[in-house]
């Protein structure tokens, strides 16, 4: 399965984005996208890659950083395969190149290593 996120840019802030991240083919078990729980991760500039936000495959259960938690919502909707990463309040500190990606195992899903599928990542710049 393919992953593909796109809705970056350059915003003031307090403003509010929306990412979207497409899922597209299927694994070799035949499953697409809304099968897999997703995870979006971001990695500021000189900084590792960090955990931001999940969705169990269902759409049942989310998780946030405590950073993101209040201004960020994901949700999924999987008739077209597609999560999104809403975010609300942008601050200087959200600057950060976001990536999402899918995995079967929830119970590590802030770890970027539990992740098999990774799409190429989005910027957000975020000014004041």
């Known amino acids: 399965v393919q992953l593909q996120a796109f809705g970056g840019g350059l915003v003031q802030a307090g403003a509010s984005l929306r990412l979207s991240c497409a899922g597209s083919g299927r694994s070799a078990s035949g499953l697409s996208l809304s099968r897999y729980d997703v995870g979006w991760f971001r990695q500021p500039p000189g900084k590792e890659r960090d955990f931001v936000a999940a969705?169990?495959?269902?759409?049942?259960?989310?998780d946030y950083s405590d950073s993101v938690k209040g201004r960020f919502t994901i949700s999924r909707d999987n008739a077209i395969n597609t999560v999104y990463l809403q975010m609300n309040n942008l601050k200087l500190e959200d600057t950060a190149v976001y990536y999402c990606a899918a995995d079967f195992d929830y119970r590590d899903y802030w770890k970027p290593r539990t992740y098999d599928y990774w799409g190429q990542g989005t910027e957000l710049t975020v000014s004041s």
């Open positions: 969705i169990r495959w269902t759409g049942d259960s989310t």
